[in-house]
């Protein structure tokens, strides 16, 4: 169902800038905020002219795939022009903003105005294929020639019984759907769902940011676009986050270590590893550090993989499994 092949034009973009997709739904896309910037605006104007930042967001979508079992997904963001823009435009950097309109498919009973409201999605996707698809779309992403570095976000609050929306849901389906095949990748986690829930950054309907709140989710995006990389040391057979760490998750050549969940690791073998780090107490963030190359457990000899980008840090993720041409998981 991924696998279909199509043509999508070249983006001419400024060579020397790093081209940031923000890929979503109509959080990002600027629902009921036409005439006023929407946060991917906001965005470019706080990294500047370094930067390109192109907004993909499309109203209503969901990062469930093309099925589902009523048959075709008619919101599915697998199927739009702008997820096929997103992968033409080569970006440095992917902002995943998805996951508002899959808590529908866990949205039962709902009460509105004194009346139950009917919903045709719920009950029309598992769990277990949501954790399948959002995974498709991270190797997606990462697999494209410019290895992008990738930020998952955690979903807002969202709270609408009358489009089947609730914050109910979201926090206890689609955010530890998201944070666990995030984790499971090794890619960048924004807490948005803890960081952007202030009632004045929302429209009358609950769900989207308002002109206040499109400049202020920008700030939050760009405050983890731009935060310094966490940074880990080898001493001998241990390698070590440096500075803060409120919980850390290492990966060896691109594959999780089983276990593997302190701010210290003790190694048996070379390799290229990473950590995924907590990088504040209050919200549920999580940055990826720079790779370091382990080639001596004995003496400590290390070296700091080159990065192709000085403002991007992509990484290709070694997959596990076979894909097809979109990534996704063919075997």
């Not at 508002?100 to 769990?127: M, P, R, V």
């Not at 698809?133 to 997606?140: C, G, R």
């Not at 609730?166 to 769902?193: C, F, R, W, Y």
Request: with cysteine; hydrophobic share 40%; charged share 25%.
């Amino acid at each position: 169902m991924f696998g279909k092949k199509f043509i999508v034009a070249a983006f001419a973009t400024n060579a020397l800038a790093a081209n940031v997709a923000c890929v979503g739904n109509s959080i990002t896309e600027g629902y009921g905020i036409w005439g006023d910037k929407k946060y991917p605006d906001h965005l470019q104007e706080m990294l500047g002219s370094d930067y390109s930042v192109t907004n993909f967001g499309v109203s209503s979508m969901t990062f469930a795939g093309e099925k589902i079992k009523a048959g075709d997904n008619n919101f599915s963001y697998w199927k739009t022009e702008k997820f096929k823009a997103a992968l033409a435009s080569s970006p440095d950097i992917v902002v995943i903003e998805l996951g508002t309109n899959d808590s529908k498919y866990f949205t039962d009973k709902c009460i509105w105005e004194g009346a139950e409201k009917y919903n045709y999605l719920y009950g029309q996707c598992e769990i277990s294929q949501l954790h399948a698809d959002y995974e498709a779309l991270i190797d997606t992403f990462a697999h494209l020639p410019t290895s992008p570095e990738i930020y998952a976000t955690l979903q807002p609050y969202s709270n609408n019984c009358d489009w089947a929306i609730m914050d109910t849901a979201i926090v206890s389906q689609i955010n530890p759907v998201i944070k666990e095949t995030a984790m499971e990748k090794g890619v960048n986690i924004i807490d948005l769902h803890t960081l952007f829930k202030t009632p004045a950054w929302f429209l009358d309907d609950s769900v989207h940011p308002n002109a206040t709140g499109a400049q202020e989710l920008a700030k939050i995006v760009n405050k983890y676009v731009t935060m310094a990389k966490p940074k880990i040391a080898q001493n001998g057979v241990t390698l070590s986050v440096q500075g803060d760490a409120y919980a850390a998750r290492w990966y060896r050549d691109g594959k999780m270590i089983e276990g593997a969940d302190k701010a210290s690791l003790a190694i048996s073998e070379t390799g290229a590893y990473r950590a995924l780090v907590k990088v504040e107490e209050g919200n549920d963030s999580w940055l990826l550090s720079d790779e370091i190359e382990v080639t001596n457990l004995n003496g400590g000899t290390t070296k700091i993989a080159p990065k192709r980008n000085k403002k991007a840090q992509p990484m290709l993720r070694k997959l596990h499994h076979r894909v097809d041409v979109k990534g996704r998981r063919a075997d």
